[in-house]
């Protein structure tokens, strides 16, 4: 008697691989039986751990990015970018950087960005520059370069003239720090990764180049700016931020961020950056930090303050390079979340080594 198989209808597969463990619900039971082991003997700790996350977040959220005028320059450079675009800014730059561009064999459009960046927003920058790579046809590559060329720029307008302040204070010339900091990495930084992690690039001619300029009304774009500002503030960098500051409170809660903080404040002064606005820079906002940074006087060694300086003239904090850049860029681009990211990190790594190298060697010949 020859028996025959039969096989299993869809639905017994699916109960049937529903009765394997997977490995989130092995998670899942550990946080069930771990919470309530804390409701149980220590009714507190969950509560307490809320209330340091809360603590660690609402100064951020609200006393940076809403009560104070961080929130406010955001919008602001939202609408002085489209005002510039508007007014052709972008076109003209275009035709000041494609005979170099053209040299490096490069889409000229990568450096809008970082220009938009200096002179308005990181968050603006991606929402004004991205479609510009796009109907440039800028390749992914050439679109990487732009996210890692404008992280070397300063994120406000704000940032860049706090920081010049600072200089001045220390008695620090510094025109030849912003030229070679600030400028400079706009032509260097494209070339040199187009020679090395990101070769798919292309010699675009201007006659090849669309126009950026829009047609859009003065009165229209005044007000569509301001309404995308707003949105901009509210729906993608106050909820990045306050995810990055919840984690922080939760590592402060479980007694993991002092470690954190000493270490990277060690690694901060081998980097010749000085340690207490170098973690505002990297963690809250670098327009704070360079404003502490002119309020120091002479309580620090000066030869940290050049590279604080090109630390917070940067793409940080790390909210807006784990959090703001990739939304921004994965919405306005051919490119995901992940490929913004990695190349934000790749420009967050050259700015750093940029703070350390100026910090050593420029500085002695300034102060």
Same mark, same amino acid.
């Given at each position: 008697?020859?028996?025959?198989?039969?096989?299993?209808?869809?639905?017994?597969?699916?109960?049937?691989?529903?009765?394997?463990?997977?490995?989130?619900?092995?998670?899942?039971?550990?946080?069930?039986?771990?919470?309530?082991?804390?409701?149980?003997?220590?009714?507190?700790?969950?509560?307490?751990? $809320?209330?340091?996350?809360?603590?660690?977040?609402?100064?951020?959220?609200?006393?940076?990015?809403?009560?104070?005028?961080?929130?406010?320059?955001?919008?602001?450079?939202?609408?002085?970018?489209?005002?510039?675009?508007?007014?052709?800014?972008?076109?003209?730059?275009?035709?000041?950087?494609?005979?170099?561009?053209?040299?490096?064999?490069?889409?000229?459009?990568?450096?809008?960005?970082?220009?938009?960046?200096?002179?308005?927003?990181?968050?603006?920058?991606?929402?004004?520059?991205?479609?510009?790579?796009?109907?440039?046809?800028?390749?992914?590559?050439?679109?990487?370069?732009?996210?890692?060329?404008?992280?070397?720029?300063?994120?406000?307008?704000?940032?860049?003239?706090?920081?010049?302040?600072?200089?001045?204070?220390?008695?620090?010339?510094?025109?030849?720090?912003?030229?070679?900091?600030? $400028?400079?990495?706009?032509?260097?930084?494209?070339?040199?990764?187009?020679?090395?992690?990101?070769?798919?690039?292309?010699?675009?001619?201007?006659?090849?180049?669309?126009?950026?300029?829009?047609?859009?009304?003065?009165?229209?774009?005044?007000?569509?700016?301001?309404?995308?500002?707003?949105?901009?503030?509210?729906?993608?960098?106050?909820?990045?931020?306050?995810?990055?500051?919840? $984690?922080?409170?939760?590592?402060?809660?479980?007694?993991?961020?002092?470690?954190?903080?000493?270490?990277?404040?060690?690694?901060?002064?081998?980097?010749?950056?000085?340690?207490?606005?170098?973690?505002?820079?990297?963690?809250?906002?670098?327009?704070?930090?360079?404003?502490?940074?002119?309020?120091?006087?002479?309580?620090?060694?000066?030869?940290?303050?050049?590279?604080?300086?090109?630390?917070?003239?940067?793409?940080?904090?790390?909210?807006?390079?784990?959090?703001?850049?990739?939304?921004?860029?994965?919405?306005?681009?051919?490119?995901?979340?992940?490929?913004?990211?990695?190349?934000?990190?790749?420009?967050?790594?050259?700015?750093?080594?940029?703070?350390?190298?100026?910090?050593? $060697?420029?500085?002695?010949?300034?102060?």
């Amino acid at each position: 008697m020859v028996e025959q198989e039969k096989e299993l209808s869809p639905s017994m597969q699916k109960a049937s691989s529903r009765l394997n463990w997977h490995f989130y619900e092995v998670i899942g039971i550990l946080l069930v039986t771990g919470s309530l082991a804390l409701l149980i003997f220590s009714p507190n700790s969950l509560s307490g751990l $809320f209330d340091t996350m809360i603590n660690e977040v609402k100064p951020i959220v609200v006393d940076i990015f809403l009560t104070s005028e961080v929130g406010i320059a955001i919008i602001v450079s939202v609408i002085v970018g489209r005002i510039l675009e508007r007014l052709g800014f972008t076109d003209g730059l275009i035709r000041i950087f494609v005979p170099v561009m053209k040299w490096f064999k490069i889409n000229p459009s990568v450096i809008i960005p970082s220009v938009y960046n200096i002179l308005g927003d990181i968050n603006a920058a991606g929402r004004i520059a991205g479609p510009i790579l796009v109907n440039a046809k800028a390749s992914k590559s050439e679109q990487k370069i732009a996210v890692a060329t404008m992280i070397q720029s300063p994120q406000s307008f704000a940032t860049f003239v706090l920081g010049l302040i600072a200089l001045s204070a220390f008695g620090i010339n510094a025109f030849p720090i912003v030229l070679i900091s600030i $400028f400079l990495p706009i032509v260097l930084v494209p070339f040199l990764l187009s020679k090395t992690i990101y070769r798919d690039t292309n010699r675009v001619e201007l006659k090849d180049l669309p126009r950026f300029t829009p047609n859009t009304k003065f009165l229209q774009t005044l007000f569509s700016s301001a309404k995308e500002g707003t949105e901009l503030l509210f729906l993608i960098i106050i909820p990045a931020v306050a995810a990055v500051f919840f $984690f922080i409170g939760a590592l402060k809660f479980f007694g993991l961020w002092g470690l954190i903080e000493s270490g990277l404040a060690s690694v901060l002064i081998l980097f010749s950056i000085e340690p207490g606005t170098g973690i505002v820079s990297i963690l809250a906002a670098p327009t704070l930090a360079v404003a502490q940074l002119a309020e120091l006087g002479s309580t620090i060694d000066p030869h940290l303050i050049v590279g604080s300086f090109i630390l917070a003239n940067s793409g940080l904090p790390l909210s807006v390079i784990f959090g703001q850049v990739p939304v921004t860029w994965a919405d306005t681009t051919d490119l995901n979340e992940k490929e913004v990211i990695w190349a934000a990190i790749i420009g967050m790594i050259i700015r750093i080594f940029t703070a350390c190298l100026l910090g050593y $060697f420029l500085t002695p010949l300034l102060v």
